[in-house]
């Protein structure tokens, strides 16, 4: 009886030192933290570009394209360690590209691409396909990219991050 209860009395005194630590709030948020958080954020000159070969060097699903519309910087503030940069592009395909991309099965997209004011004129206003298949296709280096193709155009954007 008397270790039945030693038992009982361990496993109580077990589990609230284990739900102790597991506040939900551990410690308080500090204002170094809080702008830490709201300053991860897209930064950059706000310059819209249309050379293409730093999209065609980050992204050769891109073949040879016709003509770009994008915009980059990076994400966050002055805090020192790597960045991660960020993409948005509307690019022109050729016509075999896109028959490349569009072998990728993508469906049609349920959300439209988040990119920057300066680029977002430019994105097509018909339907838009996706597919993490897709996707893949722009995944170099340390680039990841959502990517979205334009249905009835030979148009793809990407909103990219990388380091």
């Not at 204002?31 to 980050?58: H, I, M, N, Q, Y």
């Not at 296709?137 to 990219?160: I, M, N, Q, W």
């Amino acid at each position: 009886m008397r270790t039945r209860s030693a038992v009982a009395a361990c496993a109580a005194l077990l589990t609230l030192a284990v739900t102790g630590g597991c506040s939900t709030d551990p410690m308080p948020t500090t204002d170094r933290t809080r702008s830490t958080v709201s300053s991860a954020t897209k930064t950059g000159t706000g310059d819209v570009r249309t050379d293409l070969e730093p999209l065609t060097k980050r992204f050769s699903a891109l073949g040879r394209p016709v003509s770009a519309t994008w915009m980059s910087g990076t994400l966050g503030g002055d805090a020192p360690g790597p960045s991660t940069y960020w993409i948005d592009a509307v690019v022109e395909v050729s016509p075999e590209t896109a028959a490349t991309l569009r072998a990728a099965s993508p469906k049609p997209a349920t959300e439209t691409p988040d990119v920057e004011d300066g680029v977002r004129s430019a994105v097509p206003s018909g339907q838009l396909l996706r597919s993490t298949a897709l996707d893949a296709l722009f995944a170099e280096g340390s680039f990841r990219a959502k990517a979205y193709l334009a249905a009835d155009s030979d148009t793809v954007v990407l909103v990219a991050l990388g380091q």
